[in-house]
């Protein structure tokens, strides 16, 4: 993933980021610093629920600052007591789309994770792979549709089931907003950024189909039985503007 950003041209001084708190998305942040220390890189600012992990980048002089919406471990904590480079924002400064200048919309690169995604890139992170609702989205919506480079970082699958599906159960994010999908079997690109797809293979990486992606999950995995919606709606999924994004509904 780390190497995904560097390709596409958009890692250099006054870079800006954000990372999800997931495994794969904080073993991302860990390379992407490895990369800036190395090359003098000094971006802007870091950005979102922060974790120690970004905590460091600021101290170790990866960025000028971290505009901090939630603390995400003690690190984080300790360090918005302690260091007027990282300070707190409100979520309508952080992201609202009625805010006049939201932290969301001036990301370079966001990593995030997901459940599933679809062969569309439309991405799920409400429910698990039985149909149960983990949690909110918190702003996986807000962050992609704001950042020039929105990649989500997920294995072909979880146990034994395929990440990458036809239809994901419920859309969390529109897959218009979503530019990247990397995986341990290659990285696919949103077909309407044939532009970075070809920055991409420029730059070294292995681009494939993401439809060669869900293949190989299949093939590894078995084809799972399909969830099967019941009638009743647990919850509506609302979209950053306010419209009605998807429903969940029951599993019957």
């Known amino acids: ?22 495994g794969a998305t904080l073993a991302a942040a860990q390379f992407l610093k490895e990369i800036m220390l190395k090359e003098g890189i000094k971006g802007s600012f870091g ?28 690190k984080a904590v300790e360090s918005i007591r302690t260091n007027p480079k990282h300070t707190e924002v409100s979520a309508m400064h952080y992201a609202s789309p009625d805010a006049k200048s939201a932290a969301v919309d ?10 599933e995604i679809d062969t569309d890139f439309n991405v799920n992170v409400h429910t698990n792979s039985s149909g149960k609702i983990m949690g909110g989205s918190g ?11 929105a990649m989500i970082i997920a294995p072909l699958s979880r146990a034994r089931l395929p990440i990458v599906t036809d239809h994901v159960f419920c859309k969390s994010t529109p897959g218009s907003t979503i530019d990247v999908l990397v995986t341990q079997k290659g990285v696919a690109v949103n077909p309407a950024r044939p532009e970075l797809a070809q920055r991409l293979r420029d730059g ?43 429903r969940i509904y029951n599993v019957r």
């Open 139 to 149: 702003g996986h919506s807000d962050t992609a549709a704001g950042a020039k480079l």
């Open 204 to 246: 070294g990486i292995k681009v494939v189909d993401i439809f060669e992606l869900k293949e190989a999950a299949e093939k590894l995995c078995g084809m799972p039985k399909p969830l099967v919606k019941g009638d009743r709606v647990l919850a509506d999924i609302i979209y950053r503007d306010g419209t009605l994004l998807d």
């Open 106 to 115: 001036s990301l370079d690169v966001v990593l995030l994770g997901a459940t």
């Open 1 to 22: 993933a780390a190497n995904v950003i560097k390709a596409s041209g958009l890692l250099k001084d006054g870079f800006s980021f954000q990372t999800g708190a997931g």
């Open 47 to 74: 950005c979102g629920g922060i974790t120690g992990y970004m905590v460091d980048m600021l101290n170790e002089g990866c960025f000028e600052s971290l505009i901090d919406v939630q603390c995400f471990d003690l």
